[in-house]
């Protein structure tokens, strides 16, 4: 059964960089059946693709974030990850990872999300 | 972008009403790669519909999708109290993906 767990502090300073790690089980991150990505929501709002990460190491980003996000693969651990630099009190939210698999090119299975606040 | 307009912002029907929610796309959604999901309150989305109209494994047939171009809906043939949810659409068809604002779905 494909599950996703996701990880990291839940309080991050202003200006310093937020990091995230996705612990894949039920499938390989090698595998070429999934791509992989991740989404974010803050309080109350709605939903904000972040970016997608395929296991050669493509990766597609929303212009939207200014090139603060680098998303990158952990082979060796299943994983799968996000870092979004100078964050401010507007990257506070719940941070979700999402499996697409390749056969209906869309978000299929979730993680249950980690909150993220930043404040000083 | 493309813009997702989600409409009404809240719909309140009684038990085993018919719910029609409609999701407006500022332009044509290539392949018409257009989703719907569910979030209940403090859970992670949940995929209902892909491609406008194909349901995904274990969706009940009482939920619908449909649509194509910039008009797409989503249609709960008989509402249950589980039911109660905020439903978003989302386009995957065009760089960058993009979701609508929800409607969230109210039981009297």
């Known amino acids: 059964q494909l599950q996703l767990q996701e990880s990291g502090p839940g309080l991050v300073k202003p200006s310093e960089t937020l990091s995230l790690t996705c612990t894949v089980s039920?499938?390989?991150?090698?595998?070429?059946?999934?791509?992989w990505g991740w989404v974010r929501q803050p309080p109350g709002k709605g939903l904000e693709w972040i970016g997608n990460?395929?296991?050669?190491?493509?990766?597609y980003y929303n212009p939207s974030l200014k090139s603060r996000a680098t998303l990158s693969v952990d082979t060796s651990l299943n994983q799968f990850s996000l870092r979004l630099d100078s964050v401010t009190a507007a990257d506070t939210g719940v941070y979700y990872c999402?499996?697409?698999?390749?056969?209906?090119?869309?978000?299929?299975?979730w993680g249950k999300g980690t909150t993220v606040t930043v404040s000083s | 972008d493309t813009v997702l307009t989600q409409s009404p912002g809240i719909l309140s029907l009684s038990p085993g009403e018919r719910a029609t929610l409609s999701c407006r796309a500022s332009?044509?959604?290539?392949?018409?790669?257009l989703a719907w999901y569910q979030q209940k309150p403090g859970q992670a989305p949940r995929l209902l519909i892909h491609?406008?109209?194909s349901r995904a494994p274990g969706i009940p047939d009482r939920f619908s999708g449909s649509g194509s171009g910039t008009d797409f809906s989503l249609t709960v043939s008989r509402l249950e109290p589980e039911d109660v949810a905020v439903f978003f659409c989302?386009?995957?068809?065009?760089?960058?993906?993009?979701f609508g604002q929800g409607t969230k779905v109210e039981i009297k």
């Open positions: 999402v499996i697409i698999p390749h056969s209906i090119n869309c978000m299929d299975v």
């Open positions: 332009q044509t959604v290539a392949n018409n790669y």
């Open positions: 491609g406008a109209s």
């Open positions: 039920g499938a390989s991150i090698f595998s070429t059946i999934y791509y």
């Open positions: 989302h386009q995957y068809g065009n760089a960058p993906w993009t």
């Open positions: 990460i395929y296991y050669t190491g493509t990766t």
